[in-house]
């Protein structure tokens, strides 16, 4: 059964704070992805990485990094958290080629206070 | 500029009729379309893929697409109380292997 999961459901850090949030994968799939979702603004791609070591930004990268050392493993880091990085964060996988679906995680409600 | 776009709603339908939701995208480059049905604190799940134009049947959903008017639909017959959840489109433009999606249409079915 297909299976993406992240590390943590709920998360509380204090501003300034560094975060990791983790992802794995267990489809061998090439393509990672993070999203936040806040309302009203839907999801909204932070960064992704179609392979080992490779990646792209997204629509608002700013403030965030990633790593990804291995395929099934994707990280996403909030460098110093801020307030308005309160948000649920949901990670993704999909195969290389076109026309397949992206696999979402359970989701991060991360609050930094 | 928003790739992809649907009408917020919240729309509401009574138990039993059919539910539209709709959603228009910008780029004509979009290969594929998804919908996924999302409840309240949980992730997305898929419902139903689309490529071709025309209509795509998968039980009591239906799947829309017309590309000449860049346009996608999904109708939910026979609504039911569980399909109240927030649904979002998703286009992929293949090329650049990433998904674009729409903020999410919220959906009330009515007992």
Known sequence: DVKVTQSSRYLVKRTGEKVFLECVQDMDHENMFWYRQDPGLGLRLIYFSYDVKMKEKGDIPEGYSVSREKKERFSLILESASTNQTSMYLCASSLVQGNTEAFFGQGTRLTVV | ?111
Do not use: H
């Not at chain 2, 134009?53 to 998968?58: L, P, Q």
């Open chain 2, 1 to 111: 500029q928003k790739e992809v776009e649907q009408n917020s709603g919240p729309l509401s339908v009574p138990e039993g009729a059919i539910a539209s939701l709709n959603c228009t995208y910008s780029d004509r480059g979009s290969q594929s379309f998804f919908w996924y049905r999302q409840y309240s604190g949980k992730s997305p799940e898929l419902i139903m893929f689309i490529y071709s134009n025309g209509d795509k049947e998968d039980g009591r959903f239906t799947a829309q697409l017309n590309k000449a008017s860049q346009y996608v639909s999904l109708l939910i017959r026979d609504s039911q109380p569980s399909d109240s959840a927030t649904y979002l489109c998703a286009v992929n433009l293949y090329t650049g292997n990433q998904f674009y999606f729409g903020t999410g249409t919220s959906l009330t079915v009515i007992p």
